[in-house]
């Protein structure tokens, strides 16, 4: 029984309690202004307190706030940078072939042969030496056998197999490659060949037949869709051959041809 009385009163304290708050807060006729007033001055410190507390916590939001600003700002800037810098070293990358093609097409041979520029897309994976494969194929009127040349009329290859996009370019330095060729200062005869897909060679040359280091080797226009005349390389030494019957020359290449980007294929002499 005590604790109900004990419910009920109380209850009508909290009443009594809300009621005068109300009116104080209310303060019908102004009766109520000392108690105001003195309510006021004792909420003031903790009002003060309150207030400050919440400046604080809305300067920590805003603080919050502006470093995820800055983050997404950072990150945006970063994106940007990055956009330009590959922008610029793609920019600077074709000056840079521009620059190279324009070298290139000027040391060309271009009023003895039509020419198809391509870029090297792929090389033999094994490094040997083997082939290349460029951009352009049969839809460029390039054919099996075409002769490739760089600058300065130098051959480095012929075309070997052709897809409609590209095609594979047997380097000179290929074992399977052969063309004619002879010495342009004593006319002396034979074939350059790939040796061990590292290096090119002058063979079968009579033993009559004068060969000098530094002396220029070109091809002599026998050989199948080759024009005379194309740089092989320069005789580095000179030897016999095993057996004795021909004399054989390596020859020092004028190129290096794991170091091409571009090349040239002949389609038409003129």
């Given at each position: 029984?005590?604790?109900?009385?004990?419910?009920?009163?109380?209850?009508?304290?909290v009443l009594i309690v809300a009621a005068f708050g109300l009116l104080v807060f209310?303060?019908?006729?102004?009766?109520?202004?000392?108690?105001?007033?003195?309510?006021?001055?004792?909420?003031?410190?903790?009002?003060?307190?309150?207030?400050?507390?919440?400046?604080?916590?809305?300067?920590?939001?805003?603080?919050?706030?502006?470093?995820?600003?800055?983050?997404?700002?950072?990150?945006?800037?970063?994106?940007?940078?990055?956009?330009?810098?590959?922008?610029?070293?793609?920019?600077?990358?074709?000056?840079?072939?521009?620059?190279?093609?324009?070298?290139?097409?000027?040391?060309?041979?271009?009023?003895?042969?039509?020419?198809?520029?391509?870029?090297?897309?792929?090389?033999?994976?094994?490094?040997?030496?083997?082939?290349?494969?460029?951009?352009?194929?049969?839809?460029?009127?390039?054919?099996?056998?075409?002769?490739?040349?760089?600058?300065?009329?130098?051959?480095?290859?012929?075309?070997?197999?052709?897809?409609?996009?590209?095609?594979?370019?047997?380097?000179?330095?290929?074992?399977?490659?052969?063309?004619?060729?002879?010495?342009?200062?004593?006319?002396?005869?034979?074939?350059?060949?790939?040796?061990?897909?590292?290096?090119?060679?002058?063979?079968?040359?009579?033993?009559?037949?004068?060969?000098?280091?530094?002396?220029?080797?070109?091809?002599?226009?026998?050989?199948?869709?080759?024009?005379?005349?194309?740089?092989?390389?320069?005789?580095?030494?000179?030897?016999?051959?095993?057996?004795?019957?021909?004399?054989?020359?390596?020859?020092?290449?004028?190129?290096?041809?794991?170091?091409?980007?571009?090349?040239?294929?002949?389609?038409?002499?003129?």
């Amino acid at each position: 029984m005590k604790p109900r009385l004990f419910g009920i009163n109380l209850s009508k304290m909290v009443l009594i309690v809300a009621a005068f708050g109300l009116l104080v807060f209310l303060n019908p006729y102004k009766l109520f202004s000392p108690v105001r007033s003195v309510g006021l001055y004792i909420i003031y410190p903790f009002q003060k307190l309150a207030y400050a507390g919440s400046l604080k916590i809305a300067r920590a939001r805003e603080f919050l706030g502006s470093i995820g600003r800055l983050k997404q700002e950072n990150t945006r800037l970063t994106e940007e940078n990055q956009r330009i810098s590959a922008e610029n070293a793609a920019l600077a990358d074709a000056a840079r072939e521009n620059d190279f093609l324009r070298e290139q097409l000027r040391l060309l041979p271009r009023e003895q042969f039509s020419l198809e520029a391509a870029y090297i897309i792929s090389r033999d994976p094994y490094g040997a030496g083997n082939w290349i494969e460029i951009s352009k194929g049969d839809d460029y009127g390039i054919t099996t056998g075409m002769p490739v040349i760089v600058s300065e009329s130098v051959l480095v290859g012929r075309v070997g197999e052709v897809h409609s996009h590209s095609a594979q370019i047997i380097l000179i330095t290929n074992s399977e490659s052969l063309v004619n060729a002879l010495d342009a200062e004593t006319g002396a005869r034979g074939v350059v060949h790939g040796e061990y897909n590292m290096g090119i060679a002058l063979d079968l040359v009579l033993p009559s037949d004068t060969l000098n280091p530094g002396e220029r080797v070109i091809t002599s226009g026998t050989s199948e869709g080759v024009p005379r005349g194309l740089y092989l390389g320069k005789i580095d030494s000179v030897t016999m051959s095993s057996d004795g019957l021909f004399r054989r020359a390596k020859l020092e290449a004028p190129v290096r041809l794991n170091m091409l980007q571009t090349v040239f294929v002949i389609t038409q002499s003129r």
